[in-house]
């Protein structure tokens, strides 16, 4: 099926809201979802909706933030969203984690801190565990009840991942994000050029995961392990049942990615506002572009939602 035949064939979604977890891909996603906002003019909420409690507000179409999942609050700012996340291996995330929010600094005197840190938790993970991403990051963001003590609970932990695969209509898999992207396009009836992105932070090359750090970092970060694997489990099935040649679908995407991200990347410098300049620029600049270019829209709507909210309390 083509992707013209695709688009005839079903309506575009426009309303969605992308929960943003940590060191996941979720820059280089949110920069996807904020240019299709862009292109279809669609208006986008920011972190200044955040003490909003009103309900059925419909002056918002899409949000794709660094956010704690909040079903009830979430549906009041954007009903009928279709709801989307991003998840990675633990076994790359938890060390990206580690040494982006500077757990490592204690340890920089060993050659390869995280395994250091991984391999003598008792020692370490004092310095750390002030921090949400310091264990099971990605299952804080998805599940706010999710409480310490509950970190081994696998009764818990699956309870959590069933609750999660229901109400979540899509969970990207970074480790297969051109396959995941795929399945994204035909699940919001969207086309290649939606979907187009590039990777401007190339991750930085680590010491090698061990069997045995694997085999503690299971431990530690039980919940997002189970959750990954899961949903991992879950993006293949829907390969296996894709409506139409996934594998021609996944091979034109990448052609013509390849090709977009080559052109965009060879000009160093691109106009303010252009689609090359668009996919070159990191979430917060284009979340920038974007209030900018809705001034007058977002004081209207946030004025509205605030009097909304007012005679609600």
């Known amino acids: 099926m083509t992707d013209d035949m695709s688009a005839m064939q079903c309506r575009s979604q426009s309303r969605f809201i992308f929960i943003k977890t940590m060191k996941t891909g979720g820059s280089t996603t949110a920069n996807i979802l904020m240019r299709y906002g862009l292109y279809n003019d669609l208006y986008a909420a920011s972190y200044n909706i955040k003490y909003l409690y009103c309900s059925n507000f419909t002056g918002f179409d899409f949000m794709a933030l660094h956010l704690r999942y909040n079903r009830t609050w979430m549906n009041n700012i954007i009903p009928d969203a279709r709801y989307l996340t991003i998840l990675r291996s633990p076994f790359s995330q938890l060390p990206s984690s580690f040494y982006y929010f500077k757990f490592a600094k204690p340890l920089l005197n060993y050659t390869d801190p995280f395994r250091q840190y991984i391999e003598h938790l008792d020692s370490y993970h004092d310095f750390t565990d002030v921090h949400h991403q310091h264990r099971n990051g990605q299952m804080w963001f998805l599940n706010p009840e999710f409480e310490d003590e509950d970190q081994d609970n696998v009764t818990i932990i ?8 229901k109400e979540m209509d899509f969970v990207i898999i970074l480790d297969h994000f051109d396959e995941s992207l795929v399945i994204l396009k035909q699940i919001m009836c969207w086309k290649d050029e939606d979907i187009i992105y590039h990777i401007s932070k190339k991750s930085r090359k680590r010491n090698t995961i061990t069997t045995s750090m694997k085999i503690n970092i299971r431990k530690w970060s039980l919940a997002d392990t189970l959750l990954f694997e899961h949903f991992n489990r879950s993006l293949w099935d829907k390969v296996n049942n894709y409506d139409g040649d996934f594998n021609s679908d996944l091979k034109r995407f990448r052609s013509k990615n390849a090709k977009v991200s080559f052109e965009c ?3 160093k410098i691109h106009h303010v506002g252009t689609f090359c300049w668009k996919l070159m620029m ?8 974007a209030k900018q270019n809705e001034q007058y829209r977002r004081k209207t709507t946030l004025t509205e939602l605030e009097q909304k909210c007012k005679k609600m309390t």
């Open 158 to 165: 699956q309870h959590a991942i069933r609750r999660i695969d």
């Open 265 to 267: 990347s060879r000009n």
């Open 282 to 289: 990191d979430t917060p600049q284009l979340r920038k572009f």
